[in-house]
């Protein structure tokens, strides 16, 4: 019966039980992937350093990680778990 299967179904069905083996060794390694937005980093200009006194910090829409030295995520840059709290970018805006 597999050998009845197209060759771009074949395909698609090995992938699909490649990515559904890597779930488990994601879920049981117990850290978050780290990650980043590289298309939002660069449309929004992010830079590793503060500009003048305004980084991540201080900005409302960055999600601190464990202390305040840590890296963190940001509200608008879906996927980015490296966000360092010395860093800015052109979507920065004052915590109230
Ligand atoms: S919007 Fe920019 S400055 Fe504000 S936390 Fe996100 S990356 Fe940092």
Do not use: H
Request: net charge positive.
């Amino acid at each position: 019966m597999k050998d009845n299967l197209k060759p771009a179904r074949r395909q698609f069905l090995k992938m699909g039980g490649a990515a559904l083996a890597m779930i488990p060794v994601a879920v049981l390694s117990g850290n978050a992937i780290a990650a980043t937005n590289a298309g939002m980093r660069t449309s929004m200009k992010y830079q590793d350093t503060p500009n003048g006194d305004k980084d991540c910090a201080n900005c409302v829409q960055f999600v601190p990680g464990k202390t305040p030295k840590d890296l963190g995520t940001c509200k608008i840059f879906p996927g980015d778990t490296e966000i360092s709290p010395k860093a800015y970018c052109a979507a920065w805006a004052a915590k109230p």
